[in-house]
Nanobody, 130 residues
Framework: QAKFVESGGGSVQPGGSLRLSCEAS????????IGWFREVPGKEREGVVC????????SYADSVKGRFTISRDDAKNAVYLQMNSLKPEDSAVYYC???????????????????????WGQGNQVTVSS
């Protein structure tokens, strides 16, 4: 089981940057597949980027490629999402989540968020507006 504390959300103007942090208080993140997801009212939660704890392999949503970067700091048991060139359509509640590598893959986790089988953070609001 994994438990997380998320931080780093907030408001920014279009073109700005934010960095989200996801620190594990229980569990070792280098075991799990870790993903960042986002959700807006009226839409399903969608995968933004996922990373393997085993080999660091990643899967990015097309909408964020070249703008967002996921990284891990195993010494701090933390995962980060650096978001650059933010757009209004990036506004959402962002969640980090962990999934057991035996039941999913990096790509599959981002395609189908593990709402019932994953371990989820509390979510952080990101608002991009002028």
């Amino acid at each position: 089981q994994a438990k997380f504390v998320e931080s780093g959300g907030g408001s920014v103007q279009p073109g700005g940057s934010l960095r989200l942090s996801c620190e594990a208080s229980v569990g070792s993140l280098d075991y799990y597949i870790i993903g960042w997801f986002r959700e807006v009212p009226g839409k399903e939660r969608e995968g933004v980027v996922c990373i393997s704890g085993f080999d660091g392999g990643t899967s990015y949503a097309d909408s964020v490629k070249g703008r967002f970067t996921i990284s891990r700091d195993d010494a701090k048991n933390a995962v980060y999402l650096q978001m650059n060139s933010l757009k209004p359509e990036d506004s959402a509640v962002y969640y980090c989540a962990a999934a057991e590598p035996l039941i999913t893959t990096v790509h599959a986790m981002c395609e189908t968020p593990p709402l019932r089988t994953g371990y989820w953070g509390q979510g952080n609001q990101v608002t991009v507006s002028s």
